[in-house]
């Protein structure tokens, strides 16, 4: 019997995402390239946001970014987010420009602890055989 | 659009018979009662109307068979609760044009009892990259907005506190508000934690409750039964859906651009206004639109609602009918300070009443600062 899952599994998952996904499963966060302008973005689609060109690629984040804001939960409006509250939802700036949403991990959800703009790194939890999700703790 | 400046007037307004907790009315019914009662309100007959303008869970087409009218002109735009507002300026130009003659504007949410209602959209954004890590709803989004707003300009909790003490206030005064009481700064801070920045009484009510705005133009609006509130001017504009793809947070390009437009067309500086409307559904909210629309600079919204500038009796009153956060918030909440502004100029709000009010401001958000659309009104041409 597999374990209980504490967070709601990504769904649908759309076609343009897959290697996105793919890419978690083997500990890597990948994010689509512009070949044109050179410009990371997020979320994946089929289409540079920046130009405009449909010559998207893809390129391995380092996993580093800053926390650029945060906000503390201290109760779950999903039935399907089993993780007990309080728990931190986070906005990271990834160092290659995208801003994706997560969870701040290793660190007590506090206001006066966490700091807009501290330097963060990315964490991957395996949720099951075919899906890891990025969460991020302080860099060390 | 500068020609098409008080074109075209509102003629009527209203809500739902009553709005509030309203497990036995269904959405379609509050939409019913809302349109009749704002063509009633115009002195016009549901016979009269060939234009329908509708966003949320109803179609235009569907609104025009409850209805029992074919119109002439339809508008389904849909991009949040700031719609309505948007569609103040569609109906200027379709109205100019001869498109349709008297066009209604109707808003139905059945936001707190769900009754008649199901919902299927398309999650894969969300369902991919934010519920999987709790988010989902919007406290869990607009506090982004707001935790970075306090980080970038050093706004407190007691700043934003003090939009939800002045909103309180101007609900005491309007007899249809779900909550009359006044609060203070440390009721809304000590009130229970939700979703840091938010406590409970820094996020709107969640109601059941229907909303419509009658337009026609300018001529025919002074055969009407009430004094016309000219549209003097609308904009609008959009520019994400993803909170993280918001370019300038803390601020929001599409409340800019929405109201540059809607000046431009009105030929109003900010002095001119004397009474604000603005969507509040978190107490963040008012603010920063005061700064995307140029009011101030970044950071220094929360200056209106210092030392009673926003109240009653005060220099620049905000949000006169108590707002999202204490007079209703079904869920898109665009057509309530629509119908606010008009009763304000129509001199019809009573103890809450702005004396000699001459301009309003009406700006709404989509999403969470997705969208906007600004209204300038009058009954001044
Ligand atoms: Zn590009």
Not at chain 1, 59 to 73: D, E, N, R, W
Not at chain 2, 184 to 211: H, R, W
Request: charged share 20%; proline share 7%.
């Amino acid at each position: 019997m597999e374990p209980e899952l504490l967070r709601p599994l990504p769904k649908p998952m759309t076609p343009e995402a897959k290697p996105y996904w793919d890419g978690l499963n083997e500990g890597k966060l990948m994010l689509p390239k512009c070949e044109d302008c050179g410009k990371a973005f997020f979320y994946p689609r089929i289409a540079c946001p920046h130009c405009h060109s449909r010559n998207v690629g893809w390129m391995q984040a380092s996993g580093k970014g800053k926390l650029y804001s945060f906000q503390i939960a201290y109760r779950a409006l999903n039935p399907a987010f089993k993780i007990a509250p309080p728990y931190i939802l986070a906005m990271v700036e990834l160092e290659e420009g995208p801003r994706l949403l997560s969870n701040m991990i290793n660190i007590e959800a506090d206001p006066d602890v966490l700091k807009c703009d501290m330097p963060v790194e990315v964490v991957f939890e395996k949720q099951n055989d075919e899906v890891t999700i990025p969460l991020f703790q302080p860099a060390g | 659009m500068k020609e098409l400046s008080n074109s075209v007037a509102i003629v009527g307004v209203d809500e739902s018979d009553e709005i509030g907790k309203l497990p036995d009315v269904s959405l379609t019914s509050l939409h019913l009662q809302a349109v009749h009662n704002a063509v009633a309100d115009a002195g016009l007959k549901i016979s009269d109307v060939d234009g329908i303008f509708t966003a949320g869970q109803h179609s235009p087409a569907m609104l025009g068979e409850a209805l029992g009218i074919t119109p002439r002109y339809v508008d389904g735009t849909s991009v949040g609760g700031c719609s309505f507002i948007m569609m103040v300026g569609h109906a200027v130009a379709a109205l100019h044009h001869g498109l349709c003659d008297v066009a209604v504007i109707s808003h139905g949410e059945s936001g707190r009892s769900g009754t008649g209602v199901t919902r299927a959209r398309d999650t894969s954004l969300s369902g991919q990259y934010e519920m999987p890590y709790g988010f989902g709803g919007a406290p869990t989004y607009f506090g982004m907005i707001t935790t970075r707003h306090m980080h970038e300009y050093g706004t407190t909790l007691e700043d934003w506190a003090r939009v939800a003490v002045s909103t309180r206030a101007w609900a005491g005064l309007n007899p249809k508000a779900m909550f009359q009481d006044p609060i203070t700064v440390e009721d809304v801070l000590n009130s229970p934690k939700l979703f840091y920045p938010f406590n409970l009484l820094n996020i709107c009510l969640v109601t059941d409750a229907g909303g419509a705005v009658v337009l026609t133009r300018a001529d025919r609006a002074k055969d009407c039964a009430k004094k016309p509130v000219y549209v003097r001017g609308a904009g609008e504009g959009t520019e994400h859906t993803l909170v993280t793809n918001m370019a300038d947070l803390p601020l929001s390009r599409a409340t800019t651009i929405s109201g540059n437009k809607a000046f431009e067309m009105a030929g109003v500086k900010h002095s001119d206004f004397d009474h604000i409307m603005l969507y509040d559904a978190f107490t963040s909210g008012p603010p920063i639109m005061m700064e995307s629309l140029g009011f101030c600079e970044p950071g220094e919204g929360v200056r209106f609602f210092d030392e009673g500038r926003s109240d009653p009796g005060g220099s620049l009153p905000i949000n006169t009918n108590g707002g999202g956060l204490s007079y209703t918030h079904s869920g898109m909440y665009g057509i309530f300070p629509i119908i606010e502004a008009v009763r304000q100029q129509r001199g019809e709000c009573g103890d809450r009443q702005v004396p000699g009010v001459k301009c309003s401001l009406v700006n709404g958000m989509g999403g969470m600062l997705s969208a906007a659309g600004t209204i300038v009104l009058s009954h001044e041409t």
